[in-house]
DNA sequence: ACCACAACCTGGCCGC
DNA sequence: TGCGGCCAGGTTGTGG
């Protein structure tokens, strides 16, 4: 599941790689990869441009043109762009490939076919709605917690949600709220000063060290040299059901929030209930009293 | 504005 | 070994 790290990744790879070689031709193995224009006008559009950068908002990744056009790109969970020799061996599952002047080729390879390509006159068009970068220097913590401010219901459909913060998915996510201890069904309105500032620190050092690490391969994500990445090695929580949680040794659980799979140690992530009901029914295994 | 759910897809897994 | 059925999750769209 391709998400900021690992978009960014792959961004810094092609970056290196393509970046002022021009397009001499393009092919459509599926041609519904392409959202935007048609398949005709798309590869059209690109052939014979020169890449001239290659930036990214969220889990998109933006290839400049020297058209001004933009390719746009989304992995979605099993898209790979994976820069290699035209005499290399094919991927599986190839749905798109431009052909480079030095004989090289990017691919767009996805199982799954949910991935898609545009190529338009302005990103604004794709990505006008994204929120705000969370890396970026201008994300400070006023603009973290006035973002949220508006939102309603539990934090972890918001931390998802794109409009809100551009580029968290479902790993990143469950590994912010580990780190800030905070319940992934807490209504955002129930988080305190204190837990807003954690987690909004969380959130950054939880990407940042996805990124500095080049992604988490738990499935099929690879950069942009078909390599593996390294933050499973750093999950805490994510997909590690019944194992230990490193903090306190309890059990970590696969509960389900917002319709999606989630990962928590249910002692250190507690749910903030309004004095109703009474904690005697949930008792800390990490307590003596416990037992 | 919020929530729930279906749709898009296919490989991997489960139970029988 | 084989087959049906379900699950995974980013995003969009529908409907309540």
Request: net charge positive; glycine share 8%; proline share 4%.
């Given at each position: 599941m391709p998400e900021l790290p690992e978009v960014e990744t792959i961004r810094s790879d092609l970056q290196r790689e393509v970046v002022g070689s021009t397009i001499t031709a393009v092919k459509l193995y599926w041609e519904r990869v392409v959202a935007f224009p048609s398949a005709e006008d798309f590869v059209r559009g690109l052939t014979g441009r020169r890449i001239e950068d290659i930036?990214?908002?969220?889990?998109y990744l933006l290839f400049r043109l020297d058209s001004h056009d933009v390719l746009i790109a989304h992995l979605r969970m099993t898209g790979q762009?994976?820069?290699?020799?035209?005499?290399?061996?094919?991927?599986?599952?190839?749905?798109?490939v431009l052909e480079l002047?030095?004989?090289?080729?990017?691919r767009f390879a996805d199982m799954r076919k949910f991935g898609r390509l545009w190529l338009v006159p302005s990103?604004?068009?794709?990505?006008?709605?994204?929120?705000?970068?969370?890396?970026?220097?201008?994300?400070?913590?006023?603009?973290?917690?006035?973002?949220?401010?508006?939102?309603?219901?539990?934090?972890?459909?918001?931390?998802l949600d794109q409009s809100v913060i551009a580029g968290i998915g479902n790993i990143y996510a469950d590994?912010?709220?580990?780190?800030?201890?905070?319940?992934?069904?807490?209504?955002?309105?129930?988080?305190?000063?204190?837990?807003?500032?954690?987690?909004?620190?969380?959130?950054?050092?939880?990407?940042?060290s996805g990124v500095e690490n080049r992604g988490t391969t738990v499935d099929r994500y690879r950069d942009g040299l078909g390599r593996r990445g390294g933050f499973q090695e750093k999950l805490q929580v994510f997909r590690r059901a019944g194992q230990a949680c490193p903090v306190c040794q309890g059990?970590?659980?696969?509960?389900?929030?917002?319709?999606?799979?989630?990962?928590?140690?249910?002692?250190?992530q507690r749910l903030a209930v309004s004095s109703q009901k009474d904690e005697f029914d949930d008792p800390d295994p990490t307590q003596p009293w416990y037992h």
């Open positions: 930036g990214r908002r969220g889990k762009l994976i820069h290699r020799r035209a005499s290399d061996e094919m991927e599986n599952q190839v749905r798109a002047d030095d004989g090289s080729q990017l990103e604004l068009m794709v990505v006008g709605k994204l929120g705000p970068e969370p890396l970026a220097e201008e994300f400070t913590f006023e603009v973290f917690r006035e973002r949220l401010r508006r939102r309603k219901g539990a934090i972890k459909p918001v931390l590994e912010a709220l580990f780190a800030a201890r905070i319940h992934p069904q807490t209504r955002v309105g129930d988080l305190t000063e204190l837990q807003l500032q954690n987690l909004y620190q969380a959130v950054r050092a939880v990407l940042a059990r970590i659980q696969r509960i389900v929030v917002g319709g999606r799979g989630t990962f928590i140690c249910p002692s250190c």
